[in-house]
């Protein structure tokens, strides 16, 4: 039994109204790592209705809960809506869930997750493209070259429009984040699909400063260096 189906069985021996003091009690903060495992076995068992009010609690790790949790319902507009704005939110354990909730969507409907990360790759808001980024460059997810073609494809446009941005927009904390997840993501893509990813990858400026430091943490990923 899995540390995620341990906290299912205990979910489902308490009364639903307890389970967000549950969380409480459970979530692993104050300290480095929250509890994701209770996260994820939450969002097997919840619904929208509990989403909400985790959300609307404004707790970090309730809010987490919440947002993962909407990763099932994501293909309907109003939820993918409202996990776009998420992508935003100031709280990067927020940010992050609203990765894992594509993922989730992914392991369902793995179509639909390429068509939004196509999508939020586009906007933009240099938070939005991380989440794409974030999203699709999952291992799990990309087990064939279909698969590996979008991720490869979200990682570079949004390495182009980190390009085009001004000098003096690149130093923006959220510009970053993107470029902090485009450090390890562009790794990910390559490794589904060398084949694809190595000319793509090779094929960026680093010329450009910001884009060197991507290229330069990609190389050092252990799952890159070991391809080349």
Not at 14 to 20: E, F, G, K, T, V
Not at 25 to 53: C, F, Q, W
Not at 165 to 186: F, K
């Amino acid at each position: 039994m899995t540390r995620i189906d341990e906290y299912r069985a205990d979910l489902g021996r308490i009364d639903r109204s307890a389970w967000p003091a549950y969380l409480d009690r459970h979530s692993n903060l104050p300290g480095p790592r929250g509890n994701i495992e209770l996260a994820m076995a939450l969002a097997d068992l919840g619904d929208v209705e509990l989403d909400d009010e985790l959300i609307a609690s404004g707790d970090e790790y309730r809010t987490f809960c919440g947002v993962l949790g909407l990763g099932a319902t994501a293909t309907e507009p109003e939820v993918l809506n409202r996990l776009r704005v998420l992508a935003t939110d100031e709280r990067w354990r927020v940010r992050e869930a609203v990765a894992m909730a594509l993922q989730r969507l992914g392991d369902l409907n793995l179509p639909a997750l390429e068509m939004i990360v196509l999508d939020w790759a586009a906007d933009p808001h240099p938070l939005v493209q991380r989440a794409a980024a974030a999203a699709i460059c999952e291992p799990r997810l990309l087990f064939g070259p279909a698969a590996a073609a979008v991720a490869i494809e979200v990682c570079r446009r949004t390495t182009s429009s980190l390009a085009a941005l001004p000098p003096e927009s690149r130093r923006d904390t959220d510009v970053r984040t993107l470029r902090q997840a485009l450090g390890y993501c562009w790794s990910v893509a390559i490794a589904a699909d060398p084949a694809q990813g190595l000319p793509a990858f090779w094929a960026l400026d680093d010329a450009d400063p910001d884009i060197a430091w991507i290229v330069r943490e990609n190389l050092r990923k252990t799952r890159l260096t070991r391809l080349l």
